[in-house]
């Protein structure tokens, strides 16, 4: 019985998630009453595992296998280690990589899958608490299983910081090279262009509650009247209504404004993750249960296209006529 | 060749709303095709406009009522459609990753397509895994997290978008699952022909049994046993009134905070 927790990294830098699998991973290894043991999967395993041996892991694996991640190695060196170390809990980071393994990992062990777990407690069974119908509802689910693999949410848990002393054993996985479907070629930067939104200081942020793009005109409107740049949800860029280096989240920029001011953004996980350093959050939003509400500092619970024409007007501005 | 594309439709949640028992009440919700699949059907469409003899079927485990959903794919350009349904999918308190996986495995092993394309994920569960556990169980190779694909010979080039703004550049050979992001294309509107032509295409419907499966596919050591709204952990300050009121409470805040001068 033991915990296994899968590090990540990429380009040459472990990622913070893998701090933070230490947390939760201690966490439940004390719940079980059990130890923590980690893994190391490619690129330079024995500098990463130097920088995950924090305080209460017991043990790193290194599996010395390719440079990069690629899901087929990852897939096959996992199985491979679980077999032999006979995890209770399996826990990986339910970040993009993440998704890409862990359930094929899941299926390959047979074992029962929950993801972006956000919480969790022994009774007997593991219940883990998760986040539906984009983060409205907080739901509990009971694991009736020996074994079970969690993905755990990103940022969730605190990085574990303390230095530890854990045991380091290089583990000689047995890669099937020919059963390695995918080939990484490389990486590409998107999103770079002429506005540097993570340098404003103020951002008037817009999301999905402008309904149509010619409705855009009344934040620009705002953001001239501010003196403050435009930054947006996921959503506003998938259309095609702001470019790419506009986008705040995980998969966009992460923005550290002294003042954010989030306009028809339900604020979802991914949305977040771009956002919350910001000093002051101010989210003006139709609904009081969104979960925008929960990081904001202040709120209007109110509808955008009646109170940005007021605030335009505050500072001498004109809402345009839409 | 032939494209299979699973969709699902997601409920999506009132403001304001009532939890009964382990769901949110049916009265709360309004459904509609997942945001997801939907940039899944119009990938899945543009290769057979782009291509000869593409054939793009859509598959959704789901009740009746999903069948508006469905024909909405149908709908966009796809060619047919195939609802799963019975009474022991009715009962089950949820579908969890593996049972799924195991529906679209049956489905998979009966059309038999080139390759499949899922959504990321279901917006209303989130669950991000049903691609990826499917593709594990059908033996074939698979991308999570697509945002770009372009086929050719027996090989998918894509681009996974990761975290920050960098995305990663693969080869995937075929037949394989691909996990389709919002962004990689422009979904269409239906059209009013579109949704004419859409009723007169086939839309199946399956039970376990026609598959070759039996109700032990929807058991699960995964027991759901609360939902409840989260205590708000913000302590946000609210400020109410008329819209006048709050934009001149938001004014004052920022012109105290330097934001705004006057
Ligand atoms: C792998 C992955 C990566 C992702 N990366 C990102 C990312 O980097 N950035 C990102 O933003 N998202 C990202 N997403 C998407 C994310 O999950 C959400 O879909 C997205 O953030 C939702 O954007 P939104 O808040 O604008 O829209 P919605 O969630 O639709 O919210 C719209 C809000 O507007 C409110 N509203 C509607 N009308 C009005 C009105 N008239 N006045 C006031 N309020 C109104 C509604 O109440 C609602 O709360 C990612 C998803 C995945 C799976």
Redesign the interface.
Known sequence: MTVLAITEH?RGDVRDVSYELVTAGRELADDLGTDLELAVIGGDVEGFADDVNRDGVDTIYTVDEGEE?N?GVY?QAIEQLATEVEPTALLMP????G??????V???LDL?????VVDFETNGNL?VTR????G??????????DD?ALTIRPAEWPKAEAAGDAAIEAFDADIDESAL???????????GGDVDITEA??LVSIGRGIDEEENLPLVEELAD????TLSSS??I????WLP?NRQVG?????VTP??YIAIGISGAVQHV?GMKGAD?I??IN????API???????????LF???P??I???GGEAPDL | MKILVTVKEV???D?E?Q?SG?D?DEGSLEYDLNEWDDYAVEEAVQISEENDDVEVVTVTIGPERAEETVRMALAKGADRALRVWDDSLENAQFL???SK?DILAAVVEEEDPDFVLTG?QA???????????L???IGF?????VNALDIEAGVASV???????????????LP?VL?IQ??IN?PRYASLRGIRQAQRKPLDVHTLDDLGLDDSVVE???????????E???D????EGS??E??????T??RD?G??EG
């Open positions: 990429r991640f899901h897939t339910n970040s993009v990589n998704l890409d393994y862990a359930p094929a899941a299926e390959g029962p899958l929950v993801t972006d219940e986040e539906q119908y984009g409205k509802v907080e739901t509990t689910y009971d694991i009736d299983a079970y479907g995918t080939t990484v070629n490389g990486f590409e930067e998107v999103g200081d103020v009247t501010l003196g403050a996921r959503p860029v998938d259309n095609g790419k995980q998969s966009g920029k992460v002294d003042v993750a002051t101010v989210a139709t609904d009081p249960n509400y929960d990081i904001a500092d202040y709120g209007i619970v109110d509808d009646d109170v940005v007021e605030l007007e505050e500072f | 409920a999506e949640v403001d709303f939890i382990l949110i969890d990753v593996e996986a990321v917006g209303d569960d989130a669950n991000g895994a049903t691609g990826v556990a593709a594990d169980r190779e698979w991308a999570a997290v681009h996974r978008e990761l975290e920050g703004g960098i995305e990663e550049l693969t080869d995937v050979e394989s996990t919002t962004g422009e699960s050591p995964v027991e759901r046993t609360s939902m409840y709204e989260p708000s952990e913000g946000a300050t609210l400020w819209a006048e709050t934009a001149g409470e938001l004014a805040f920022l905070k934001v705004v």
